[in-house]
Protein backbone atom coordinates (compact mmCIF):
# COMPACT_ATOMS: atom_id res chain seq x y z
CA UNK A 1 0.00 0.00 0.00
CA UNK A 2 2.88 2.30 0.87
CA UNK A 3 3.94 1.87 -2.78
CA UNK A 4 0.69 2.87 -4.04
CA UNK A 5 0.17 5.88 -2.68
CA UNK A 6 3.70 7.17 -3.26
CA UNK A 7 3.23 6.49 -6.77
CA UNK A 8 0.07 8.17 -6.71
CA UNK A 9 1.90 11.22 -4.75
CA UNK A 10 4.49 11.75 -7.21
CA UNK A 11 2.17 11.68 -10.28
CA UNK A 12 -0.54 13.86 -8.74
CA UNK A 13 2.64 16.40 -8.26
CA UNK A 14 3.43 15.53 -11.52
CA UNK A 15 0.00 16.51 -12.61
CA UNK A 16 -0.52 19.52 -10.98
CA UNK A 17 2.62 21.51 -11.40
CA UNK A 18 2.60 20.94 -14.93
CA UNK A 19 -1.47 21.87 -15.12
CA UNK A 20 -0.11 24.89 -12.48
CA UNK A 21 2.55 26.27 -14.44
CA UNK A 22 0.46 26.04 -18.31
CA UNK A 23 -2.77 27.84 -15.98
CA UNK A 24 -0.07 30.95 -14.71
CA UNK A 25 1.01 30.85 -18.00
CA UNK A 26 -1.90 31.65 -19.69
CA UNK A 27 -2.98 34.24 -17.21
CA UNK A 28 0.45 35.95 -17.36
CA UNK A 29 0.54 36.01 -20.99
CA UNK A 30 -3.48 36.85 -22.07
CA UNK A 31 -4.01 38.55 -19.48
CA UNK A 32 -3.82 42.61 -19.66
CA UNK A 33 -4.14 44.71 -16.49
CA UNK A 34 -6.56 47.26 -16.38
CA UNK A 35 -5.01 49.96 -14.39
CA UNK A 36 -2.15 51.23 -16.51
CA UNK A 37 -2.17 54.74 -18.23
CA UNK A 38 0.29 55.50 -20.43
CA UNK A 39 2.17 58.14 -19.20
CA UNK A 40 2.25 61.68 -20.27
CA UNK A 41 5.35 62.30 -23.02
CA UNK A 42 6.20 66.10 -24.27
CA UNK A 43 9.22 67.75 -25.25
CA UNK A 44 11.71 69.72 -23.46
CA UNK A 45 11.21 72.71 -25.62
CA UNK A 46 7.38 72.41 -24.35
CA UNK A 47 8.06 72.31 -20.63
CA UNK A 48 7.68 75.82 -18.86
CA UNK A 49 11.39 76.96 -16.86
CA UNK A 50 9.43 75.17 -13.23
CA UNK A 51 9.10 72.04 -14.74
CA UNK A 52 12.61 72.21 -16.05
CA UNK A 53 14.43 73.36 -12.96
CA UNK A 54 12.60 70.41 -10.89
CA UNK A 55 13.77 68.25 -13.68
CA UNK A 56 17.41 68.80 -13.14
CA UNK A 57 18.78 67.29 -9.93
CA UNK A 58 17.13 64.15 -11.77
CA UNK A 59 19.59 64.48 -14.15
CA UNK A 60 22.92 63.32 -13.42
CA UNK A 61 25.99 65.77 -13.28
CA UNK A 62 28.15 64.03 -16.16
CA UNK A 63 25.01 64.41 -18.72
CA UNK A 64 25.11 68.53 -17.41
CA UNK A 65 28.55 69.30 -17.46
CA UNK A 66 31.07 67.65 -19.99
CA UNK A 67 34.31 67.76 -17.34
CA UNK A 68 32.57 65.53 -15.20
CA UNK A 69 33.62 61.73 -16.12
CA UNK A 70 30.88 58.78 -15.29
CA UNK A 71 31.79 56.11 -12.59
CA UNK A 72 29.22 53.73 -12.62
CA UNK A 73 32.58 51.11 -11.33
CA UNK A 74 32.11 52.95 -8.26
CA UNK A 75 28.19 52.67 -8.25
CA UNK A 76 28.20 49.08 -8.48
CA UNK A 77 31.37 48.80 -6.08
CA UNK A 78 29.56 50.64 -3.88
CA UNK A 79 26.69 48.57 -4.36
CA UNK A 80 28.26 45.42 -2.75
CA UNK A 81 30.16 47.16 -0.47
CA UNK A 82 27.11 48.70 0.91
CA UNK A 83 25.94 45.91 3.98
CA UNK A 84 29.29 46.20 5.11
CA UNK A 85 29.98 50.04 4.98
CA UNK A 86 26.23 49.84 6.87
CA UNK A 87 27.11 47.43 10.07
CA UNK A 88 30.31 49.80 10.38
CA UNK A 89 28.66 53.13 10.32
CA UNK A 90 26.41 52.11 12.51
CA UNK A 91 28.95 50.75 15.27
CA UNK A 92 30.80 53.59 14.38
CA UNK A 93 27.29 55.32 15.85
CA UNK A 94 26.42 53.51 18.67
CA UNK A 95 29.84 53.82 19.88
CA UNK A 96 30.23 57.46 19.45
CA UNK A 97 26.75 57.79 20.69
CA UNK A 98 26.61 55.72 24.22
CA UNK A 99 28.81 58.14 26.02
CA UNK A 100 27.00 60.89 25.08
CA UNK A 101 23.88 59.22 26.16
CA UNK A 102 25.25 58.20 29.76
CA UNK A 103 25.62 61.90 30.32
CA UNK A 104 21.98 62.17 30.53
CA UNK A 105 21.52 58.65 32.78
CA UNK A 106 20.61 60.01 35.85
CA UNK A 107 19.66 63.20 34.49
CA UNK A 108 15.98 64.12 34.09
CA UNK A 109 14.79 60.71 35.65
CA UNK A 110 16.05 59.00 32.86
CA UNK A 111 17.42 55.44 33.64
CA UNK A 112 18.73 54.28 30.33
CA UNK A 113 18.70 55.40 26.30
CA UNK A 114 20.02 52.68 24.29
CA UNK A 115 20.03 52.06 20.52
CA UNK A 116 16.95 49.26 19.81
CA UNK A 117 17.28 49.36 16.31
CA UNK A 118 19.71 51.48 13.88
CA UNK A 119 20.26 51.02 10.03
CA UNK A 120 21.04 53.19 7.08
CA UNK A 121 18.86 51.41 4.59
CA UNK A 122 19.39 48.70 2.23
CA UNK A 123 19.95 51.90 -0.96
CA UNK A 124 23.93 52.58 -0.78
CA UNK A 125 24.77 56.32 -2.10
CA UNK A 126 24.91 57.14 -5.54
CA UNK A 127 28.03 58.73 -7.16
CA UNK A 128 26.22 60.90 -10.15
CA UNK A 129 30.18 62.40 -11.38
CA UNK A 130 33.77 62.98 -10.67
CA UNK A 131 36.24 65.58 -11.67
CA UNK A 132 39.95 65.25 -11.34
CA UNK A 133 41.42 68.45 -11.68
CA UNK A 134 45.41 68.85 -11.54
CA UNK A 135 45.92 72.24 -11.92
CA UNK A 136 48.07 72.75 -8.61
CA UNK A 137 51.31 71.86 -8.58
CA UNK A 138 51.59 68.98 -6.20
CA UNK A 139 48.35 68.33 -5.29
CA UNK A 140 45.71 66.21 -6.94
CA UNK A 141 41.68 66.88 -6.52
CA UNK A 142 39.40 64.19 -6.54
CA UNK A 143 35.66 65.77 -6.60
CA UNK A 144 32.71 63.41 -5.89
CA UNK A 145 29.19 64.51 -6.43
CA UNK A 146 27.53 62.02 -4.33
CA UNK A 147 23.11 61.44 -4.01
CA UNK A 148 22.08 60.19 -0.74
CA UNK A 149 18.73 58.93 -0.60
CA UNK A 150 18.80 56.62 2.65
CA UNK A 151 16.13 54.34 4.62
CA UNK A 152 16.91 55.34 7.90
CA UNK A 153 15.66 53.46 10.61
CA UNK A 154 16.45 54.83 13.94
CA UNK A 155 14.55 53.13 17.18
CA UNK A 156 15.73 54.68 20.44
CA UNK A 157 14.59 53.24 23.63
CA UNK A 158 14.19 55.91 26.52
CA UNK A 159 13.68 54.34 30.07
CA UNK A 160 12.52 56.78 32.77
CA UNK A 161 12.59 55.94 36.36
CA UNK A 162 9.35 55.43 37.56
CA UNK A 163 8.76 57.24 41.49
CA UNK A 164 6.33 55.33 43.76
CA UNK A 165 5.97 56.84 47.25
CA UNK A 166 4.14 54.86 49.59
CA UNK A 167 2.17 56.46 52.41
Not at 40 to 68: H, S
Not at 110 to 120: V, Y
Request: with cysteine; charged share 20%.
Amino acid sequence: MGFLSSLVGILGFGIGISVGLIIGFYFFIYSEPEDVEDPVVRPLYELDTTTLLDLMPEIPFWVKNPDYDRVDWLNKFMLHLWPYLDKAVCDTIRTTAEPIFGEYIGKFQIEAIKFENLSLGTLPPTVHGELTSSQLVHALVFLLLVLVELENLLVVNFRILERVDCI
